[in-house]
């Protein structure tokens, strides 16, 4: 009885040793089974390349800007009355003297005609007063009038002059009012809406009846940092600087305008400097309010080495490219990273023009690994998947 369980035991012993065998076996193969695949130096890699081009760069500030309108005013009424009409469609183009709004003329009307009926009596009492001294200052020489009643007829005369005037002024008066309860556009733009409606009462200088914006030309206004502040003053020296705006949501919609002003004070609070340039508009693609993507051009460099942005890497030793050689084996180069704009950046070391960089596909490779080329849309080897049973 002893030996028959030794015997079973060591069977048991034999059955668990096989099974260890197997899983060891197994288990370069992964779950599944398929082996993993290994990627080796002599393996090529799929990659897309493009080449290192030489070329002059423009040196551009880029920048989020807010349009403003050239001129805004807000339209008030210069006398006391009621708005009798609204003469515009809310939102239209209106030209500089157009009417816009009428306030009820007839009280003014009123003061007019009193005043001129005040200038005319005053006028007729003068008339004959001047006939009087005439007449005095006439027989004054011969002293058959009293010399007091011509000093009378003068200051009578005098008097009567100053009140013409007076009423003359009165008369300017009244028509002046007569003529602010018709009011026009004080500029070239689009009226904004009706902030009052007609029937109500307006005081003089208190109610902004409406808002009149100029945006043919237009301004855009962007700030840049404080650093940058000597180069745009160099720039600016050197001649007039090109400013493009752009609406986010539009990014075909390119306005070209120029540099107008440089601000006389740094923002302490942000560390900026104000800038606004000036927009013809012509086609009224910006609009007063409007947040904008702006590029300020300073000048351009001449003859750099670019690559296209994605070819550049990022690691803790800096930035760096993956140079193909002519034996299609890949080098790691450290790159010295200039101006970045758009899908390209200008290398300042690192890459020669000629050279040809890797720009897709950098995750698969190390250097000395080969590369397989690819062109600009063709697809990559399939990975190795798992092996059909037969």
Known sequence: MRLQKLVLTGATFAALAGALAGCSRGSAHGPSGPPIPQVRKDVPVPVTVAAVVQKDVPLELEIIGTARAYASVSVK?????????????????????????????????????????????????????????????????????????????????????????????????ATLQLSFCFIASPVNGRVGLVLVDEGNMVKNNDTI????????????????????????RAAAGRGQLRVEAIPPQHPEARSAGTLEVINNQVDTTTGTVLLRAVFPNADERLWPGQFLNVTLTLGQLTNVAVVPTAAVQNSQSGE???????????????????????????????????????????????????ADVKAPGQPSAPKPGPEKSS
Not at 114 to 126: I, T, Y
Not at 210 to 218: H, S, Y
């Open 77 to 173: 009424t210069r006398v006391d009355g009621q708005l009798s009409r609204v003469v515009f469609k809310q939102g239209e183009e209106v030209k500089r003297g157009d009417l816009i709004f009428e306030i009820d003329p007839r009280p003014f009307q009123t003061a007019l005609s009193q005043a001129e009926a005040l200038l005319a009596r005053d006028v007729a009492s003068l008339e004959n007063a001047e006939a009087e001294m005439r007449r005095t200052d006439e027989l004054a020489a011969t002293k058959a009038v009293a010399a007091t009643l011509v000093e009378a007829n003068r200051a009578k005369v005098a008097m009567l002059r100053g009140s013409v005037d007076a009423d003359k002024a009165a008369v300017r008066t």
């Open 209 to 232: 009846l409406a808002v009149v914006n100029q945006i043919k030309p237009l301004y855009v206004d962007f700030a840049v940092a404080e650093r940058f502040l000597p180069d745009v």
């Open 320 to 370: 760096f490219v993956f140079v193909v050689n002519a034996d299609t084996r890949v080098e790691k180069r450290l790159v010295k990273l200039g101006r970045v704009r758009e899908n390209e950046a200008v290398i300042e070391s690192g890459v020669k023009p000629g050279e040809t960089v890797v720009t897709d596909g950098q995750m698969r490779l190390a250097p000395g690994f080969r």
